[in-house]
Each structure stands twice: as C-alpha cells, then as structure tokens.
C-alpha cells in the first residue's frame, strides 16, 4: 500500500543544486521542504574500493550519490564566474545579476566552513600570461577561484545539511525516485511524496533517469556536446609558473590539422590521478587536497565532440570509446607516454619507470590509447599538447603520462523559460543531471534560480 506525504516544495537530488535552492527557500520562506536522496548522508559516504567518483561497488554509490552529490569528493574547487560551467546569464536579465548568484553561491559555502582563502591573480600577472597565451594561438580563461578541498568538502556539506535541518528541511536519504507523476515523486518502496513544486535535480548520476522522465513527462529535451581526451600528468615544477598565477588554469586552444577545439580542464596541482568507474566502463579522473600533496601535477585535456543526424547521442558515442579502452585494458584506465603515443608503440611499466613523473595512479594498464580512441581525437591531444608546451614548456615531453580515457558526458539539456521551469507548470530542473551546468558553482546557482522563482510565484520577493 502506498503512502502519502505533502509538502510545499520536493527537490529530488541532494547535490549543489538541491542544496542551494533548499537553502534560499528556507532563508527566505516558512515552505514545508523535501530533499529525496538515493544516496547517504555525507558521514557514511565512504567507499571501500577507494575510487572517488564512480564506483558500482558500492549499492547506491556513496562517492556520486549522497548529501553533497558528485562534488563532496572532487577537489572542491569553486570557479567564481558565471561564464564557467556554463553561461548563467541564460537564466537572468542582466550580466551582474548572474554575478551575483555566484557570490550568493560562494557564501553559502563560506559561512558553512570553506577556506577563506581565494586564488586572484593580480592584473599584471593575468594581463602577462594573456599575453603569452595569445602569441602561441591560446585563450586563456582567467577566473577568482577558492579550493575547497577534497579532505574539506564533507565537513562543509555536513555544515550546510545541519543548517537546513535547523530551518525544518527535511531529508528523506536512501529514497530512490522511480518516477515523477505530474507532481508526485513515486519512491522505491512504494511511498509517494506530493508537492506543489517539484525540482529535478538528481546531479550525473540521474541525467539517464531525468531523460527517461522527460520523455514520459512529454518534456522537450536536446543533446549536448560531449568532452572526450586524456588525463595528463607532469611533474608538479613543469606546472609551477602557471599554477602560481591560476590554481586552475584554463585554456582554449584550436588544433591544426581538424581546427577542433579542445581545452585543459580540472588541474590538480599537486595531485592524484584516479579511477572513475561506471557499470560497464572505466574511465580517469583527477583530486587535489589541501593538506595531501604529491610531487606531480594532473589536468584533463579533453576535445569537444558534436553530433549531428543521423546519430546525435553523445552520451551512447562516448560510452562505446569508454567500453573499448576498458576492454583494451583489462578492465583498467589506459596509460602511455606521450613519446610512446607519437611513436606508434604500446608503453610498458619499464618505459613508464624511466619518465620523469612517477605516476600517481597504479591501479592501470600501460597501453596504446591510439588503439581505443579514433585518430581525429589523438590528433587533437598530440597536437594540442604539442602548442600548449609552447607556453608551458615541458607538458609534451616525451615522458608526460597520459591516462585514458577521460569523459566527460553531458546530460540531455531539459528545455526550460529562463526560471528553468519545464512546459508543466510548477515542475522545475537546475543541475548537472537535466543538462543546464556542469560544475559545482554553476550547479548551486541554478538551485537558486529555481529557488527565486519559487518565491516570485509565493510573492516573497
């Protein structure tokens, strides 16, 4: 028999976004609210296997599900911009409003217990490697940054969980949503949960589940590119001038021979290298601490792949890459040298011993990524590294380690008004999960977009 529970707001998903709109609407509304999680509460996120994102070893998977969602163990670390992760300006008027939800964003984590301290690079040094960058054909992408950590990130997602339940939120932990009817979330065992608004936000391990919904719900969706390449690893020193200015550094660069575009992304200066596993794949991943560091620094260098008819599903491409290199590895990432890579051959443990990083993930098999990935792509990071090092001098070293491979999927974008409402009244998306950000930062403020229009229609503000 199935029970019935009403509230003014469910937000189905416990990540940045859940959060954050859970958060606003508490500030500033006496709402009755629901957060329905899958996974665990931030305290019993543990994973036995020790891989920090995907791990189908753990039943629901503590490292992507839970309070906090995927971003409790990534390496924390906010982009203070709207342009990152996203454009936000999607879902404002102006410019400076967008602005201000990633400030709105940045302080909720400050008040619960993030790090003071910001990464700002000064104009001199901003307008120099600008300069640099662009006389070897790079842009570079500037940003305010604040690490979190991945050692910090639990303890500041357990600070905003006990926040909200002060304010009378509600969490409902280890609930499954098989499905939304209309504005009813139907549980895994049988329990109903009803509210007069509904937020999606089930974060990237329910963007397969939020597409099926939208297709039963009779919601427009779309695809949405698909990032695909490599983890490059260097010795922390290679890294060092540019990491000082930028603790993450991003850059855009056009490779010659396809003019595709392809971006570093996720540095982890001073890092680890580390396993990402899905049901049928194995894919790479990279963290950085505050307090646990290495002599080596990480970054995904990843080309962008766009689909067109007949076949558009970025997300089924990318697995059949992802489900190669695996079968290619033996059930591992792939790792090759750089030189191995260029010079046609297969790497080996002895080979890899002699490079000038010590790799940081062991858990791999030396292989040839050209032998998984299609050649456009492998062109793409060869000659991508190749320009990068005019820069950086010493990333395309022969020696530099690469693990393969590294995806990043995209959700299906859900078609929403510039409140992320969906064509049914009242049902609302924000997250990494329906397609509308990618990114802690930009994750949080979409929960918020959706928060303020909730409160617009109770005419709070």
């Known amino acids: 028999m199935c029970t019935s529970v009403d509230f003014d707001v469910a937000i189905v998903g416990a990540g940045a976004a859940g959060l954050l709109a859970a958060y606003e609407l508490s500030e500033k509304s006496k709402l009755k609210i629901v957060v329905v999680e899958e996974g665990n509460d931030v305290e019993k996120r543990e994973c036995p296997a020790r891989i920090y994102t995907i791990c189908t070893k753990c039943k629901p998977c503590n490292i992507l599900c839970g309070v906090g969602g995927a971003g409790t163990f990534s390496s924390g670390l906010l982009n203070l911009s709207p342009f990152i992760g996203g454009d936000l300006t999607e879902f404002t008027e102006t410019e400076e409003e967008a602005w201000d939800l990633v400030k709105r964003v940045d302080n909720v984590f400050k008040e619960n217990g993030a790090p003071n301290q910001i990464y700002d690079p000064s104009k001199e040094a901003i307008d120099e490697l600008n300069r640099k960058a662009a006389s070897v054909g790079l842009r570079f992408i500037p940003t305010i940054q604040r690490l979190i950590g991945t050692d910090n990130a639990p303890a500041v997602i357990s600070n905003i969980k006990k926040t909200l339940e002060s304010r009378g939120v509600k969490f409902k932990l280890r609930s499954k949503v098989t499905e939304v009817e209309d504005h009813t979330l139907v549980l895994k065992k049988g329990e109903k949960v009803s509210a007069r608004y509904v937020m999606l936000a089930p974060g990237r391990s329910g963007m397969e589940w939020a597409a099926e919904q939208m297709e039963k719900l009779r919601i427009k969706t779309r695809f949405e590119p698909l990032d695909i390449g490599v983890r490059v690893e260097v010795p922390a020193t290679i890294m060092e001038p540019i990491c000082s200015i930028q603790r993450d550094p991003k850059f855009h660069i056009y490779t010659h ?142 020696t530099t380690l690469l693990y393969a491979p590294e995806i990043k999927y995209s959700a299906k974008r859900v078609l929403t008004n510039k409140g992320l409402e969906t064509e049914i009244t009242n049902i609302f998306v924000a997250g990494d999960g329906v397609g509308v950000s990618r990114g802690i930062v930009s994750a949080g403020a979409t929960g918020l977009v959706v928060a303020q229009s909730i409160l617009k229609k109770e005419n709070v503000i």
Not at 285 to 302: M, P, Q, R, V
Not at 318 to 347: C, M, Y
Not at 377 to 391: F, N, P, Q, R, Y
């Open 257 to 398: 021979t396809y003019d595709d575009f392809i971006r570093t992304f996720c540095v982890n200066h001073q890092g680890y290298v580390v396993q990402e596993v899905y049901e049928d794949h194995v894919c790479v991943n990279g963290h950085s601490s505050i307090t646990d560091k290495s002599e080596a620094t990480n970054f995904a260098f990843l080309a962008r792949i766009i689909l067109t008819q007949p076949f558009e599903d970025t997300t089924a491409y990318g697995r059949s890459i992802g489900k190669q290199a695996t079968l290619l590895g033996g059930g591992k990432p792939l790792l090759q040298r750089l030189g191995d890579l260029r010079g046609g051959r297969r790497s080996t443990w002895e080979r890899i011993t002699r490079s000038a990083v010590r790799p940081t993930l062991r858990d791999v098999t030396p292989g040839d990524i050209a032998m998984a990935m299609p050649h456009r792509i492998v062109t793409d990071i060869v000659e991508g590294l190749e320009k990068l090092d005019e820069l950086i001098p010493g990333v395309a070293s022969d």
